[in-house]
Structures are given as C-alpha cells and as structure tokens.
C-alpha cells in the first residue's frame, strides 16, 4: 500500500517497510535510544561512494512497562549517505494517527523528492550516492528519522 501526503511531505509516495516496528501496539511508545554515526568508517575509492556507518536504536515500550526491560531494534546502515531528524514537538507531516495506521512506523521513500533535490543543488551528490541508493523514515513518538542509504539496514 503507498499512499502520497500534504505539506512538508508533499509528493512523497511511501511504501510500508517490514520490520519489528513496523506496528506497534496500542498504548506504547515508541522511544528512540540511541544514534550513532561512526566517524571512523568513512567508505571512498573509485569502486564505492563515501559513505558512514550508522546505527539507530528504538525501543517499543508498552505503558507501565520498565523501558530498562524492553530489547531495542536496532537498525544498522552500513552505508549511510544523509541524514536528517526532525523534533515530533516541532513537525512532521506523519504525526496524525491516520497517516500511520495504514503504513506503519517503518516506511521507504519510492519517488524521494529528498534525494531528487540533492541531485539538483548538491554537486557531489552523484558521487556519493549511487542510482540505487534508498530512503528511509523511521517514525518515533519523539522522532521523524530520514535516512539515505546505498544499501538495505540490517534490522535485529
């Protein structure tokens, strides 16, 4: 199922994305652990984009529940070109119910305009990301997490 949104999202189509998160239960939140972007795995020669490594972890914690007692989801982009989060205080064009229930927490971008834009305005883009590169949105309680990506996370 993709569906398109208004405002800060407009013309994205977005696909559900399985993953352990992709739905959650009822009365649980949703709660970003832990990013990291590992500075030391810079990936730059002739044959490969530069690109990092970066690792997200979510928590699905059920109310009343010790988060301390929850396993986290981790996703780990062994290639990741951007990045991007915006604050769910702020905005996000996903925060009504009734643009999550149908796809989910877990979404791939299939027409992004993010990354059309980056090959518009960003001359190194091209060398960074190849034709296949993917993006990726990760909807927390707190979060909107964006990420482009040359190959599929490993979720675990």
Not at 25 to 37: A, R
Not at 81 to 110: C, H, K, Q, W
Not at 116 to 131: G, H, N, S
Request: glycine share 6%.
């Amino acid at each position: 199922m993709d569906k398109s949104y208004a405002g800060y999202y407009a013309g994205y189509r977005v696909l559900n994305w399985d993953t352990p998160i992709s739905t959650i239960s009822y009365g649980s939140l949703l709660t970003l652990v832990k990013l990291v972007v590992n500075p030391g795995t810079i990936l730059s020669s002739s044959n490969e984009p530069m690109s990092r490594e970066l690792t997200i972890e979510v928590k699905d914690v059920p109310l009343g529940r010790n988060p301390e007692e929850v396993d986290a989801v981790i996703f780990e982009f062994p290639a990741c070109i951007a990045i991007r989060m915006i604050g769910e205080f702020y905005y996000s064009g996903f925060s009504e119910e009734v643009d999550r229930e149908p796809l989910g927490n877990t979404l791939v971008v299939e027409n992004s305009p993010w990354i059309a834009k980056l090959k518009e305005t960003e001359y190194m883009f091209d060398l960074c990301a190849p034709d296949n590169a993917k993006h990726y949105i990760l909807l927390t309680n707190e979060y909107t997490i964006e990420v482009i990506s040359q190959c599929e996370p490993i979720v675990r």
